[in-house]
Each structure stands twice: as C-alpha cells, then as structure tokens.
C-alpha cells in the first residue's frame, strides 16, 4: 500500500485512520502532527502514530501518502507550510466534508509531480480530540472521492487504501459532492444547531426540562450540536451557496407544513409523513441507520 502515512491533524478522524491502519496493516511508518503541543503530547501518551513531530514539514517529509485532517479554513496555510516538502510522486488527499473550497485552498500550493486526490469519509461522532479515535469508525461507511483529474493508477490506489479501512467508495464531481451534503449533512446540521438554540432561548422551558424530558428528536439534536463547532463553522462558511439552496428549500416545506397544521390539513401531513418515511426505511435497507459503535478508545495498539 503506502510505505510511509502523514496524518496532519490528530482529532477524531486521523485517530481513527491510524488504529484502522494499524488493524490493517497498511504502512511501515505513521507519523503525525497537530498544531497543538497539548494534542501533541496526548498523542504520544496513547501512541497515537509511530512518530509525533514537531512541524507538519517534518511529518510529511519522505510520506507517500499524506492525508490533511485539519478544518477547512487552515488548508490554506498547512498546505503551503508542507508543500516544498513533499517527495515527487506523493499522493496528497484530505477528509474535509466541502471539496471545491478545498480544491481552491491546496491545489495551487503542491509541486508538479504531487498527486492530489480530495476525499471524504462519511464517518463520525460528535467526540473530538486524538482520545476519540476508534478503528472501527469507517466500516461499512462511505469515503467519497473527487479525482480532480488525478491519474487513473494512483485514484484506485487510494480507493483500495480506504476499502483496506473499512469504507466502501465512490467517485463524485467537487460541485456535486458539495450539494450532496449540503443535503445530506450540513444543513441538518445548522438546523440541530438552531433547535437546541431555541430551547437554550425559551424561557418557559427550563434547562432542567430540556436535559430531563429530551425525547429522543430531540437527544438527536443535542448529540449533532456538540460537534466540532470550529469544524463546522468553516463548513458554512466554504459551502455557502449549497447550503444556502438547500436551506431555502427547506424553509419552503416548513411554511407548507406549518401552513397544513394552522388549517388542519390532516392529508397533507399524512402524505408528507409518509414520503419521508420511505427515505428512512431506504437508510436502514442501506445499512446506514445506526451509528458505528465505539469498542473503547484506541482498540489496536502498537
């Protein structure tokens, strides 16, 4: 596979990626880095990678694959603090859930002779940090990858590396990847956020009521807005016109909806009720509804 792996950024995905690895047996050598000296040294404390560095030019040195785990406003910067660093014929891919924004960030920084493959695994939990890491967080779960004209050879390279993960793959268009989840994850997001946001403002309902009597909708709703808000946060603002779209979609269907319930439209709450009803049985048939189950913290060690 790839003899040496550079993970930037040391948070929940790279974590994982490196115990996957590690079950796998896909690399001679995993170096890591992260900004943070406080992340750093937690790494090295739970051997988290075969060697942590101390700049992300060190870590990248002599890699064949380096993968950017960092949130999507910093690729910009890590992306030209590596670049001069990188060996003829290294593959560079990222995890960020927005492709073009990423495109536009790391593609003009990388020597000739780098390959660069965007990528994205659809894979998570609202945990952060190199603690929460676990190896089985890609099983049976989508990376989605966006060629970006890379060559054919080192594209399905990188699609046996993450089949070798867990994941099952797919190929999709920057643009289109963007929209997909604009549906797909970032705008329930922002409206989880917005949820437990109004709960938080309502002053009839107590704080005490909201923990104590959260029903399962909205549970959900708290355990998607405790992610990452650093991470998200440069996801609307790189994925703003999808988001936008699908967001102004959304709020036509909830002035229908309220619309039907002012005017006692029983029919068109059913038929509404009933048509998202058949997306979700479509969830389970895929085998996407449940979450990947957390086996304790770093379950595959050195």
């Known amino acids: 596979?790839?003899?040496?792996?550079?993970?930037?950024?040391?948070?929940?995905?790279?974590?994982?990626?490196?115990?996957?690895?590690?079950?796998?047996?896909?690399?001679?050598?995993?170096?890591?880095?992260?900004?943070?000296?406080?992340?750093?040294?937690?790494?090295?404390?739970?051997?988290?990678?075969?060697?942590?560095?101390?700049?992300?030019?060190?870590?990248?040195?002599?890699?064949?694959?380096?993968?950017?785990?960092?949130?999507?406003?910093?690729?910009?910067a890590v992306t030209r603090e590596i670049s001069r660093f990188l060996k003829p014929g290294a593959v560079v891919t990222d995890v960020g859930s927005v492709k073009r924004a990423v495109i536009n960030a790391v593609e003009p920084h990388l020597p000739d002779g780098v390959h660069f493959i965007p990528g994205h695994p659809l894979a998570g939990t609202e945990q952060s940090g190199p603690r929460s890491g676990f190896a089985e967080l890609f099983d049976n779960r989508w990376c989605l990858l966006t060629p970006n004209g890379a060559e054919a050879?080192?594209?399905?390279?990188?699609?046996?590396?993450?089949?070798?993960?867990?994941?099952?793959?797919?190929?999709?268009?920057?643009?289109?990847?963007?929209?997909?989840?604009?549906?797909?994850?970032?705008?329930?997001?922002l409206i989880a956020y917005t949820m437990v946001g109004v709960a938080d403002d309502l002053s009839r309902v107590t704080d005490t009521e909201v923990v104590n009597f959260s029903a399962a909708g909205f549970r959900d709703f708290t355990r998607i807005a405790a992610s990452d808000p650093t991470m998200w946060r440069d996801v609307f603002l790189n994925n703003k016109d999808a988001t936008l779209e699908i967001l102004g979609r959304f709020t036509e269907e909830l002035f229908a909806l309220q619309r039907a319930i002012r005017q006692g439209d029983g029919d068109h709450l059913h038929d509404h009720f009933s048509r998202t009803r058949?997306?979700?049985?479509?969830?389970?048939?895929?085998g996407q509804d449940t979450d990947v189950p957390n086996f304790g913290r770093n379950p595959v060690r050195k």
Request: aromatic share 4%; charged share 25%; hydrophobic share 45%.
């Open 153 to 189: 050879t080192e594209i399905k390279k990188l699609r046996t590396f993450w089949e070798a993960l867990g994941s099952k793959v797919d190929e999709m268009d920057a643009d289109h990847h963007d929209l997909v989840l604009a549906v797909t994850s970032h705008t329930p997001h």
């Open 278 to 286: 058949a997306i979700r049985r479509g969830i389970i048939e895929a």
């Open 1 to 76: 596979m790839y003899k040496r792996v550079a993970l930037i950024g040391l948070g929940l995905i790279a974590s994982s990626m490196f115990w996957a690895m590690k079950r796998a047996s896909l690399a001679d050598e995993i170096t890591g880095y992260a900004r943070s000296s406080e992340t750093r040294d937690v790494a090295r404390e739970i051997g988290l990678c075969d060697r942590v560095c101390d700049s992300a030019s060190e870590a990248v040195e002599g890699a064949d694959l380096i993968v950017l785990c960092v949130p999507i406003g910093a690729m910009d």
